[in-house]
């Protein structure tokens, strides 16, 4: 790259933009390394689940050993569609036995929208005096909060870090953006409430998220008739496919690890900063040889045979369609 070993900025410039494209033109599970497999327990009275800080989304998910189907938010408001599907009670709940994407969220868990303040903790001291900002943010009537920054106006407020915790002077209804400063530590956030002071873990953000956002799926049908059983749990198996992190220290963990490829995107990126005919054209052969280096290192790793079940005679088990089972 014609870049000094020592010269960790512009490098890792360089390293973030690679990766970024690479990690979008993947396929459906990403590259090699690049998906993991997470399990979360969910209840039929709160049947959600958020993913964490570093996944960009569910690829697929099983639930008591079967699979099922995950539609995106467009799904449910085709014309002819099946319409909003929303938790409900009836025989194994309404609707079928699917997950539905939902809004990308600020927090795993959504801010109580009475009567709470919100908070935070710092677990390094280092991070005094660093903030949070939350945008968008209403008071307890409902009317936008304003502050300014030296001279520039902020539509929400920020928070200080202080130890041990720092908390809102008021009521917050709701906020529809997080910008945290990079910090050496995790920041927790909590609700409190005004009234008796209790707290509610909202988020622990990590120390590298700046712009905080996670995906959330709604989980319909899992659910048994008994109105006693909404604190039943059910375990959700699931494979998620790995969101760009952005990196800055020789230790930070790499998405991508095939080197030869990352080169080459590093080198198409260069070529494509420099103001000659030929750039662009060599700027996409070597975006193209990187794309190939991860191709091969996908079918080298997990062999180039796609996994496909073909039934012959349908897949209408009676155990997928709750015949002979307890519920």
């Known amino acids: 790259m014609g870049l000094c070993a020592g010269d960790l900025p512009r490098l890792a410039s360089y390293l973030n933009e690679a990766t970024q494209v690479l990690i979008s033109v993947a396929s459906e599970t990403g590259w090699a390394g690049g998906w993991a497999k997470l399990v979360f327990n969910i209840t039929c009275a709160d049947p959600y689940l958020t993913l964490p800080y570093g996944y960009a989304r569910l690829v697929n998910m099983t639930l008591c050993k079967w699979p099922m189907p995950i539609f995106n938010q467009w799904y449910e408001v085709l014309e002819a569609g099946i319409g909003l599907q929303e938790p409900c009670t009836g025989k194994y709940g309404c609707g079928i036995q699917a997950t539905f994407e939902r809004d990308s969220v600020l927090t795993a868990v959504d801010l109580t929208p009475t009567n709470q303040l919100l908070r935070v903790y710092v677990t390094d001291t280092r991070d005094i005096n660093k903030r949070i900002i939350f945008t968008g943010a209403k008071d307890a009537n409902g009317v936008g909060i304003y502050s300014t920054d030296v001279q520039n106006q902020i539509d929400g407020f920020p928070l200080v870090f202080n130890s041990p915790f720092t908390t809102s002077a008021f009521i917050v209804t709701s906020f529809s953006g997080v910008q945290k400063d990079v910090t050496y530590g995790d920041i927790i956030l909590v609700q409190v409430d005004a009234t008796t002071g209790a707290e509610v873990q909202l988020a622990r953000y990590t120390p590298n998220e700046t712009r905080p956002t996670y995906r959330r799926y709604y989980v319909q049908g899992f659910c048994p ?55 662009q054209a060599m700027a996409l052969l070597k975006h193209r040889q990187a794309v190939k280096l991860l191709s091969q290192e996908l079918a080298h790793t997990h062999g180039d045979q796609p996994s496909v079940v073909l039934a012959l005679q349908g897949t209408a088990k009676l155990e997928n369609q709750r015949i002979g089972t307890l519920w």
Request: charged residues 20%.
């Open 225 to 279: 008739a008994d109105p006693n059983a909404v604190n039943q749990t059910r375990q959700i198996t699931a494979m998620a496919k790995y969101e760009y992190r952005p990196v800055s220290q020789p230790t930070d963990f790499l998405i991508i690890g095939n080197i030869p490829a990352l080169k080459a995107q590093c080198e198409s990126i260069r070529f494509s900063e420099i103001d000659n005919p030929n750039s």
